[in-house]
């Protein structure tokens, strides 16, 4: 196969249920991190994605050709991948070729319209966690939040945004836009709320990326679960303390049907809240 999709990475975007993120800019460079499943490698060495439901992803690819793929499998091993955008096409072998995805086949919701094509740039060195390290990394993050939520009546999000969060076996995926102009996307495990307008990241993952951010970076984070359901929210990079990454949260949207898109949160009712 193509390099630089080694066979590791190769087989993990393979999987049909492995959980795979599109992380996008818009023209202003504010991040966008939501689930595409059918990413998957074609044989020519790119990746190709069916244009199913993505509104927001395609309107920032007109306007920005970096993308980056956060991927992790089911031995908890993840990756980080950078890319540029080559183009939908309606009609050719890539538009059959995600047609056949068992995931799209039968789809209840609506048709795929294009296939888009990302040209891999660069793929990150993997990093991977035991069901163990998993376990203890959510533990202590959980246990941080504890002591780390305001007690205000602040809120970005809902409560069954906050559950999702709250879930050891949901799966996150973060993106800032890094140094090279590229949307850094990548997976993570120990990702909880404290509060409704606070995140908490602390696993291996979060360690090797957000070590080479500044504090105001902005963050978009996704998160799926086995319904499936998925939601996005965004908000500031705040430091790191007590081992653990902060992220303050000003937007919450449904990364799912049957409210895609949607703002979840009440940005009117925040600011009649903000202090004067």
């Known amino acids: 196969m193509p390099e630089p999709l080694n066979s590791q990475v190769y087989a993990a975007l393979e999987g049909r249920f492995t959980p795979k993120f599109l992380a996008t800019l818009d023209d202003s460079g504010e991040p966008n991190c939501v689930p595409v499943l059918t990413i998957h490698p074609y044989h020519d060495g790119t990746l190709v994605f069916g244009e199913f439901l993505m509104r927001k992803s395609r309107a920032n690819l007109c306007a920005c050709d970096a993308v980056g793929v956060a991927v992790i499998d089911e031995s908890f091993r993840g990756w980080s991948i950078k890319g540029r955008f080559r183009g939908f096409e309606t009609r050719g072998e890539r538009l059959d070729f995600v047609n056949r995805l068992p995931l799209l086949r039968y789809n209840a919701y609506t048709g795929v319209r294009a296939a888009g094509a990302i040209e891999v740039a660069d793929v990150s060195p993997p990093i991977s966690m035991s069901k163990y390290r998993v376990l203890g990394d959510y533990l202590r993050a959980r246990?941080?939040?504890?002591?780390?939520?305001?007690?205000?009546?602040?809120?970005?999000?809902?409560?069954?945004?906050?559950?999702?969060?709250?879930?050891?076996?949901?799966?996150?995926?973060?993106?800032?836009?890094?140094?090279?102009?590229?949307?850094?996307?990548?997976?993570?495990?120990?990702?909880?709320?404290?509060?409704?307008?606070?995140?908490?990241?602390?696993?291996?993952?979060?360690?090797?990326?957000?070590?080479?951010?500044?504090?105001?970076?902005?963050?978009?984070?996704?998160?799926?679960?086995?319904?499936?359901?998925?939601?996005?929210?965004?908000?500031?990079?705040?430091?790191?303390?007590?081992?653990?990454?902060?992220?303050?949260?000003?937007?919450?949207?449904?990364?799912?049907?049957?409210?895609?898109?949607?703002?979840?949160?009440?940005?009117?009712?925040?600011?009649?809240?903000?202090?004067?």
Do not use: H, W
Request: charged share 25%; net charge positive.
């Open 143 to 276: 246990a941080i939040a504890l002591f780390a939520t305001r007690n205000d009546n602040r809120s970005c999000m809902p409560v069954q945004v906050a559950e999702k969060f709250l879930r050891m076996g949901a799966v996150r995926a973060a993106a800032y836009r890094d140094g090279d102009g590229f949307p850094r996307a990548f997976p993570l495990m120990a990702c909880v709320p404290a509060g409704r307008d606070r995140l908490v990241m602390r696993d291996p993952f979060a360690a090797a990326y957000m070590k080479d951010i500044e504090p105001g970076t902005r963050l978009a984070v996704a998160v799926l679960t086995r319904e499936p359901v998925a939601y996005q929210v965004k908000g500031v990079y705040a430091g790191n303390r007590t081992g653990a990454a902060f992220i303050e949260l000003d937007a919450c949207y449904s990364a799912s049907p049957p409210l895609l898109g949607e703002r979840l949160d009440k940005p009117e009712a925040r600011a009649r809240r903000a202090p004067r």
